[in-house]
């Protein structure tokens, strides 16, 4: 195990803070960890009751294009996981749910940020409208669950988190 010996902020964003923090590692020997400070996020899996998938299409700055994705969104600091889930459904597709499923939690690159994503799977869909943030545009599109996984093969789809949501719907009985 490490064990940290100081931790200096390099930057504090608006949603994840940018850490470098001094280790000792278990030989004894001192290095440096440069760390993403991020409070959490939620994911959601939303599917209509004729069993298609609703994502979202957004352009990402970071990637340079416009990706096609589930919905998510960072959690507010103390904020519960399904009330999250259910308020970023809402804003990015304009759906709630009847009822929310927790899939899976998981790391996405613990090798240099402390973000888990919780996956939830979203049911008893009801057109409320959307409520975007200022600074987002996205639309939404309906897919079979069978297109999604073509789009994923084929590479259309790259986005991490949605892979991984996908496959927990395909690993319980869909």
């Known amino acids: 195990m490490e064990r940290k010996i100081s931790s200096r902020l390099l930057h504090e964003g608006r949603h994840f803070s940018f850490l470098q923090d001094e280790v000792e590692l278990p030989s004894g020997r001192r290095t440096k960890r440069d760390i993403v400070r991020h409070p959490g996020a939620v994911a959601i899996v939303p599917i209509l009751p004729d069993r298609r998938i609703v994502l979202v299409r957004q352009y990402r700055y970071a990637a340079g294009r416009s990706l ?39 790391y996405m690159a613990p090798g240099y940020s402390s973000e888990v994503i919780h996956y939830y799977a979203a049911s008893g869909l009801r057109d409320v409208g959307d409520d975007q ?11 079979t669950l069978d297109h999604i996984v073509s789009m994923i093969r084929e590479n259309i789809i790259e986005d991490a988190k949605t892979i991984i949501g996908i496959q927990a719907i395909l690993a319980i009985e869909f």
Do not use: V, W
């Open 133 to 143: 943030e200022p600074d987002e545009d996205i639309r939404t599109e309906i897919f």
């Open 68 to 106: 096609l994705e589930i919905p998510a969104g960072t959690l507010e600091i103390g904020e519960d996981l399904q009330k999250c889930a259910g308020r970023e459904l809402r804003e990015e597709t304009g759906y709630e749910a009847e009822e929310m499923e927790h899939l899976l939690s998981c």
